[in-house]
């Protein structure tokens, strides 16, 4: 069974979408089986990264918000996340474009290190305060999860798997994403959003038994194209 998440480094509900996603697999009867793949996702695909600028001051520019209201939000997600054991440090959060972090990704892929890829980004954007548009970084975050550094490298100074994530998008526009976390499991059934662990489950559970049937959507806390969270 095959489950694609789409998704981007700098949505707060995508690592909490990914962690609840996580409880619900190990408690899957058949979770040996699950393939997971990671697609590409560009909340903002003109961002331009500005590691002088706080998240707070990006989010208020990009809603029209005052600093406390984005300073507020960023405390909402912050005390969701904990709930399911991740820790956000969004005052250290660097405000990066995430496209050189998805081709990371891709490359990772190759090596069947994707999923180690996408929680590493996560943990340096919302944990560590990395700049995950830095190619050092991304080197760095290579080497952590056991890539070879050279090869990071060399990928990122190029434009090697710059169609993968192209497609990605596309691919999530045909089947009509509009927000992430979006999980499609099988082709057949689809959940948006950081949904709790049990509807998870249940999804897994249905798709396992079922392929014939009509997509079920649900819906839950996601971040989409116009930025809000």
Known sequence: MKVEIWSDVMCPFCYIGKRK?????????????????????????????????SINEYLAEAKGWTLQQAKEANQYVTQVARQVGLTYNMDKAVVANSFDAHRFSHLAKQH?????????????YFTEGGNTADHATLVQLGTDIGLDAAEVKAVLES???????????????????RGVPFFVLNNKYAVSGAQDSALFLQALRQTWAETEKTVIFAEGSSCDLDGNC
């Open 112 to 124: 069947g290190l994707q999923d180690a890829a996408e929680e590493r980004l996560f943990k340096a």
């Open 21 to 53: 996603f996580e409880n619900a697999l190990a408690e899957f009867e058949h979770k040996d089986n699950v393939e997971v793949v990671w697609k590409s996702f560009q909340l903002n695909p003109y961002l331009e990264t500005e590691p002088d600028k």
């Open 159 to 177: 434009d090697k798997y710059s169609d993968e994530v192209k497609h990605d998008i596309f691919e999530a526009q045909q089947v009509g994403v």
